[in-house]
């Protein structure tokens, strides 16, 4: 893994790092070629020593026992000894043949694997999140710089501590130890920390300016870090782009998705239900539910998209419709109280009316709620989020994003032949 510190510790040894020109399947080559012979050696080694076995064994007459109190007793159990050590030595060395011959056809099969193209997209949108993360650092960096800068800057001294206290309690600068430091706790103290002389115990008190001369110093030293940090994964994703259309790209990139329309993951047809974007790119879609999968509605990455059906305007209109948002739902303050004073007087009705264990007085048995039986669930509950997720039924639109109700293509009962597609329209349609 590249870091910066990694690099300037080769350029200090090395001078210079000059540009790889192998790929990760020609470096997998080279390794498994590595590993092959390493495979020849052990077997080289556990026929030598299989060889050594024969060479004793043959010596010994067929069945000769060792003769106890001969004077060859000593000599048949050195051999019988040799015999079994060698034996031990052959096992161990074609079983380190074999751990060999299996790391070669791993080496291999993870460089083909981290070349496919859904592999190498997902890696492009793991190395684009980097990029934004280590850009809102720098960010922040340069607006706490700026801060910190104007507070240096301020001639009123009182004014200046309060903006300094303000500012450092919210952003995370750490002080540098301090000789006078507690020695056996190897903690810094926090820029807030150090201006309310918080943990007088562990640390010594800082001054106002000891904290702008540490702000004013670490910031402009970790904003060129991040600077790196966005260059390397600049040049890291234009190298991913540049490798994945080499191989063809994704399937998906021939495609205009809308919502509506129906693509094929896995095994199935799913319908779309939102276009995810990230930026201009398209990073994923939310389709219905698949198979087996619990939830009412499913998140695919763009790289599981074999391929797609264009919807008809009515699909469309009806994925939109049914995916619409009811207006917003709030309770009014007079039944919120009601509500609230309604539960409290039936707990401490139910608090008196409780049914203790005489063997554990400090743990009640469970009794019914009064406002739980015999009540509808709207009535029970007050609902903490003003909007109710919108399940619509069959008949008012022919998608229904919930899952329920979808009929089961072929592939559920095996009548599929295996390899083949299943048709579109044995995704989630309307009935006729």
Known sequence: MWTHSREDLLIELAGEIEDEDRSLVDRAEERADRFSDYKESRIEDAQRAHDAV????????????ILVGHHSERHARK??????????????????????????????????????????????????????????????????????????????????AKVALRIAAMCHLHMPRKEGDREDFQHTPSAYDALQGSFPTLYLPRTLDEVLAVALETYPRVIPTYDRWI???????????????ETG?????????????KVFIGDEWLVILKINKTGDAISSLTTTP???????????????????????????????????LPPDVQLSRR????????????????????????????????????????????????????????????????????????PRDACNDGARPEGTKPSPDA???APA
């Open 290 to 324: 698949r198979r087996y999968f619990y939830g009412s509605k499913y998140k695919a990455g763009i790289e599981s998209v074999k391929d797609y059906q264009a919807p008809k305007p009515e699909e469309t209109a009806a994925v939109k419709a049914a995916s619409k």
């Open 54 to 65: 024969h060479r004793i064994a043959d010596n010994i007459p067929f069945g000769q026992p």
């Open 231 to 245: 260059d390397h994964y600049t040049n890291r994703i234009a190298y991913e782009k540049a490798m994945l259309g």
């Open 335 to 406: 039944r919120l109280q009601t509500h609230d004073d309604r539960r409290m007087e039936a707990k401490e009705d139910v608090r008196r009316s409780t049914v203790y264990d005489s063997r554990r007085d400090r743990y009640p048995r469970s009794v019914p709620h009064p406002l739980d039986m015999g009540r509808k669930l709207e009535d029970r509950f007050c609902l903490s989020h003003r909007r109710q997720a919108y399940r619509p039924t069959p008949e008012a639109s022919s998608v229904d994003p919930s899952g329920a109700h979808r």
């Open 427 to 429: 995704a989630h349609t």
């Open 79 to 160: 051999d019988a000894e040799r015999i079994e050590n060698g034996m031990r030595k052959t096992v161990q060395m074609w079983q380190t043949a074999r751990y060999w011959e299996q790391r070669a056809a791993g080496a291999l099969h993870h460089a083909k694997y981290k070349a496919l193209p859904g592999v190498r997209h997902r890696r492009i949108k793991g190395l684009e999140a980097d990029k934004r993360k280590q850009e809102r650092n720098k960010q922040e960096a340069e607006m706490w710089l700026k801060l910190w800068t104007k507070c240096a800057n301020e001639p009123d001294k009182e004014l200046q």
């Open 249 to 261: 790209g994704l399937a998906a990139d021939r495609f205009n998705f809308e919502v509506g329309g």
